[in-house]
């Protein structure tokens, strides 16, 4: 007995808690009768508290469902929000700038942000700021001073003579020039145009592209028709502030109302969102009312 004493020797406190463990579990299987239960084993240990996150909301599941004017729209949830940055629609151009509002908002999906404020910024499909969009094709004035995006974009399009900074809302200029030091006979009218296409947005199978129509004649364009060719299956989806028309790889994007008359000397932006594939070469050449025009 003495021998076999001695043989045995003190089972360390770290196993018996470890069989403790052991034993307890196997009792939790059983259900404390002897009778097993489901092999499953629990996602999470029954000592972790559970926790259920709510559904988080995407980013674009609201759209727009009225259109009020250029700055104040009602989503469809209901909430009528106005979009932070922008001034009220100047009356000379408000039509104009809403119908701009429609073609680029209604029942389109956006994410206002901040979500639930009364005054948000709108963020397109695209990725594109509607608020800085508005501003840079000369919609509707900035009010946010201390945005200095906002503040270079209004800068910008007056300076183009875009929108609400054109015609009528802005005349133009009517000083006599000096008396000529000749009476030599005045030149012939003289038709010519620039066109500078640039794409700023792209994502997987669409872009956006800005166009820049320069009238560089000394005359006046009143009503104009711009058209190019595609030459990789490109398509437009939607424009602003011209009409378009396709059929096939030729596009055509004609005035609207308010954008008739492109004075010489003078420059007009209109865009378009477009679908394509993995290759989007640009144009190579435009023409604008049947006259061909230099690719800035």
Known sequence: MRRLLGVLKPIPVRWLLVAAVLATSAATACGGDGEPQSSQAPTTPPWVPSIIEPPRKSALTVTVHQVVDVRTV??????????????????????????????????????????????????????????????????????????????????????KHLGRWGPPCVKPSTTTPPPAATTTAAPKPVAGCSVAYRVTHTWPGGFRTDVTIRNTGNTAVNGWSLQWKFANGQKVTEMWNATPKQSGSEISATAVSYNQAIPAGESLLMGFTGSSGSANTAPKSFSLNGLACAVA
Do not use: H, I, Q
């Not at 979009?83 to 700038?97: E, I, M, N, R, S």
């Not at 969009?133 to 009010?143: F, I, K, S, T």
């Open 74 to 159: 009602k989503l469809s949830d209901g909430v009528e929000v106005k979009v932070k940055g922008l001034a009220a629609p100047d009356a000379c151009w408000t039509d104009a700038a809403t119908t701009f509002a429609r073609s680029m908002l209604l029942e389109k999906p956006v994410e206002p942000t901040p979500d639930g404020a009364a005054e948000v910024s709108l963020r397109l499909a695209d990725g594109t700021d509607y608020g800085l969009l508005a501003v840079e094709l000369g919609m509707v004035r900035n009010e946010a001073a201390d945005d200095r995006a906002m503040r270079e974009a209004e800068t910008t399009a007056s300076a």
